[in-house]
């Protein structure tokens, strides 16, 4: 069993839909959870960033992190044509930068 | 800009051929890294870099060296690249350890 698993898609959602990205994990010593964003032919870029549980938001995103079920989310509103792209959930016991694991991703079309 | 910048982008080659991956940052980075990108595996560490001279072994570092003599480059070397390295290599750098990653745009990398 992979320490994260994320569903590789596709999912295609119309324009101005709510996306819901998932994650779950085995390892409860994680603590540091982020959501990379990465376009075709381009290196990923941290979108979101969370240590241990909760919730955070940045303008259209939302990331959440439930412990106790070791499950992670991202949830984008209205979402644009613009937002498709592959999402990476990452975490780490350590760090935001050292001995991440990431999940295989997930990719996103938004049809307009 | 900044950037950290990878090349080159495209890479074909013969098994045994010895070749080398360059990566460089201008952002001053302490931290510097090195993943593959495979399907279905998401991104592996191959090797990492806390500071000049100081290297690290990641998840997956069989086949692969690496030197850290500057800040801003860190190269990746395959002594006798093989075709299970076939794969698209991304770079990254971060302030620190607990800063976020900021990663190259790959090298995609067949071995015939």
């Known amino acids: 069993q992979k320490e994260v698993e994320q569903d590789p898609g596709p999912l295609s959602v119309p324009e101005g839909a709510i996306v819901s990205l998932n994650c779950t994990y085995s390892?409860?010593?994680?603590?540091?959870f982020m959501w990379y964003r990465q376009y075709s032919r381009k290196g990923p870029e941290l979108l979101m960033y969370?240590?241990?549980?909760g919730n955070k938001e940045d303008g259209r995103f939302t990331a959440q992190v439930d412990k106790s079920s070791k499950y992670i989310s991202l949830f984008i509103r209205d979402s644009q044509p613009s937002d498709s792209a592959t999402y990476l959930c990452?975490?780490?016991?350590?760090?935001?930068?050292?001995?991440?694991?990431f999940g295989s991703g997930t990719r996103l079309s938004i049809r307009p | 800009e900044a950037q950290v910048t990878q090349n080159p982008r495209y890479l074909i080659t013969v098994t045994g051929k010895k070749l080398t991956v360059t990566c460089s940052q201008n952002?001053?980075?302490?931290?510097m890294s090195w993943y593959r990108q495979d399907p279905g595996l998401g991104l592996r560490q191959i090797y990492y870099?806390?500071?000049?001279?100081?290297?690290d072994k990641g998840d997956v570092p069989e086949g692969y060296k690496v030197s850290r003599k500057e800040k801003r480059n860190f190269p990746l070397i395959l002594e006798s690249p093989s075709p299970n390295q076939t794969s698209l290599y991304f770079c990254?750098?971060?302030?620190?350890?607990?800063?976020?990653?900021?990663f190259g745009n790959g090298t995609r990398l067949t071995v015939t």
């Open positions: 990254a750098s971060s302030l620190s350890k607990n800063s976020p990653l900021h």
């Open positions: 390892n409860s010593a994680f603590q540091y």
């Open positions: 969370t240590y241990s549980s």
């Open positions: 990452a975490m780490s016991e350590y760090s935001s930068a050292s001995k991440i694991i």
């Open positions: 952002m001053n980075h302490e931290y």
């Open positions: 870099s806390m500071n000049v001279e100081v290297t």
